[in-house]
């Protein structure tokens, strides 16, 4: 691919757009231009030429019309927590960044529907609904760092996708802007709508590889009136396992079903130097159940508590107030930072298969372990198939280590694909999985992707090095 450079005239374009206190130049600002040339990928770096701070849609209209009449590639990001490399500048050129397009524009309470900016912190909509009895249930774990724009771009999940489903799920309509510049507005509040092609379900989950989205609007559900947590340690990983599908199949739909593994709950400790309750078990699994009657949900949590002790679970930790329902999560939210603590060199991955073949994901995952002699921690949103996959390099040598990740990943791939799954649940493509894409698509689903993308970027400036090999 042949970009041009950010030339003095092009910077002095940029700042005509944005004035000169939003963008930040390589050469002149490294320091805090820094922040900008990674997410939170392990070992994923690239410099852009220049930043700018949008505000508005028509900046980044008028951004995106220079860009591509300059030929330069142009990467949005928004709060750089991705774990696949989406936001990395591979190309250099313009990273548009939208922390400041951070507005929650309205709560309507009559519609049950919320309109934000896409630089809007997740956990701030969620604060901000639940003031009113609302609930926006996708919370992924980083949502007191991530956007929502970077949500819709990665279709991100979290553990209550178990019940309540991703991301998609709630977007009502979006404003977008084309890589011509053009803005363009497609759904709005309304729960339904077939007026012809899906564009916006095509938006989201698109890696910000097809339109920059610059307004969101999202349904909401009335705040669940009860909550309970429960968490089960299991002597042995795969009972654990077994419980995951078992509670599934006995028609219970708790919010969230985590799976986390002794080693990751070790290095939570280690990192945070507070005792994880039940430490030495195999397994954990972390379940929440919520509705509208103590009842009901008391009927549920007792029979959820019945099935983890049938499979051998050493206790059922209750959690019925907040102080200790923190504690809880606290553990899980941590996992991500202690296994990198653990191991800075890492490699993770984000499989996602049938439910029901959590137990046969995790066995597999174990051999493979052992067959390379490594480490691999697993962890997860086992409730809606969705397992982390970590291979810690902790004394492997570099060299060795550089030859076991693409063994050991194209190995859990080929696992998880034979068993009915997808390479990755919620995490996205971007720049680490972009060569694995031939393995876990057709050659003709591919071609059409192709072709989408040349359609509304036929220069391929808008966030170039991702997605396809
Ligand atoms: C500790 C930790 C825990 C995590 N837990 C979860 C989890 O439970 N579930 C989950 O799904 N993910 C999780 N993630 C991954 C990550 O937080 C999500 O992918 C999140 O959606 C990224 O949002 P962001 O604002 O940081 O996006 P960025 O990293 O800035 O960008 C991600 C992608 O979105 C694009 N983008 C950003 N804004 C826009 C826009 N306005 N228009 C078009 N494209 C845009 C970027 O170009 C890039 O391709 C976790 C990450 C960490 C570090």
Redesign the pocket.
């Not at 990467?75 to 696949?84: C, F």
């Not at 724009?149 to 979290?158: D, M, V």
């Given at each position: 691919m042949m970009y041009n450079r950010v030339n003095a005239a092009t910077v002095a374009e940029l700042r005509g757009i944005v004035g000169a206190e939003n963008v930040l130049l390589a050469d002149g600002d490294a320091e805090m231009v820094e922040r900008y040339t990674h997410?939170?990928t392990v070992g994923l770096r690239a410099m852009p030429e220049v930043v700018v701070r949008v505000s508005s849609a028509q900046q980044i209209a008028d951004i995106l019309r220079l860009a591509q009449r300059e030929r330069i590639p142009v990467?949005?990001?928004?709060?750089?927590?991705?774990?696949?490399g989406?936001?990395v500048p591979v190309y250099g050129g313009i990273v548009l960044s939208?922390e400041k397009?951070n507005r929650i524009l309205e709560i309507d309470r009559e519609n049950l529907m919320v309109t934000v900016e896409?630089?809007v912190i997740?956990g701030d909509i969620h604060r901000a609904v639940e003031a009113e009895g609302l609930f926006y249930p996708?919370?992924?774990?980083?949502?007191d760092?991530?956007?929502?724009?970077?949500?819709?771009?990665?279709?991100?999940?979290?553990?209550r996708a178990v019940k309540y489903g991703?991301?998609r799920h709630y977007v009502c309509g979006l404003e977008?802007v084309l890589p011509s510049g053009e803005i363009i507005t497609c759904g709005g509040k309304l729960v339904k709508n077939v007026t012809g092609y899906d564009l916006m379900q095509l938006?989201i989950g698109?890696?910000?590889?097809l339109?920059?989205?610059?307004r969101i609007t999202l349904r909401l559900l009335p705040l669940p009136r009860v909550q309970v947590d429960l968490l089960a340690p299991f002597d042995d990983f795969q009972a654990a396992a077994n419980t995951v599908s078992d509670i599934i199949a006995n028609r219970i739909l708790p919010t969230t079903i985590e799976f986390m593994e002794r080693d990751s709950i070790l290095a939570v400790e280690r990192l945070s130097q507070k005792e994880v309750p039940y430490h030495d078990a195999a397994a954990h699994l972390l379940i929440q159940l919520d509705g509208n009657t103590q009842e009901a949900v008391d009927a549920d949590y007792e029979l959820v508590a019945e099935l983890c002790l049938k499979h051998g679970a050493r206790d059922v930790l209750v959690a019925k107030d907040r102080r200790t329902r923190d504690r809880l999560w606290e553990a899980r939210?941590l996992?991500?930072?202690a296994l990198k603590h653990e191991s800075p060199v890492n490699h993770m991955e984000d499989v996602v298969v049938p439910r029901a073949e959590i137990p046969a994901l995790l066995r597999g995952i174990k051999e493979i372990a052992a067959r390379h002699g490594v480490r691999i921690v697993c962890f997860?949103?086992a409730g809606d198939g969705n397992v982390h996959v970590n291979v810690l390099k902790d004394t492997v040598p570099e060299q060795q280590w550089e030859m076991l990740v693409p063994q050991v990943t194209e190995e859990v791939y080929r696992l998880t694909l034979s068993l009915g799954g997808a390479i990755t649940?919620?995490?996205?493509i971007?720049a680490t999985r972009r060569r694995y894409l031939p393995l876990a698509l057709d050659e003709a689903q591919i071609a059409l992707m192709r072709g989408i993308k040349a359609l509304f970027d036929p220069h391929n400036i808008l966030?170039p090095g991702?997605i396809f090999p």
């Open positions: 997410d939170e990467t949005p990001r928004g709060a750089g927590y991705g774990l696949s989406g936001a939208t397009m896409p630089g997740t996708p919370d992924p774990a980083s949502l760092s991530c956007t929502i724009g970077g949500n819709i771009a990665e279709c991100a999940g979290g553990p991703v991301t977008a938006l698109s890696e910000g590889t339109a920059v989205v610059t939210r996992i991500i930072e997860g949103h649940g919620e995490h996205g971007g966030n991702k």
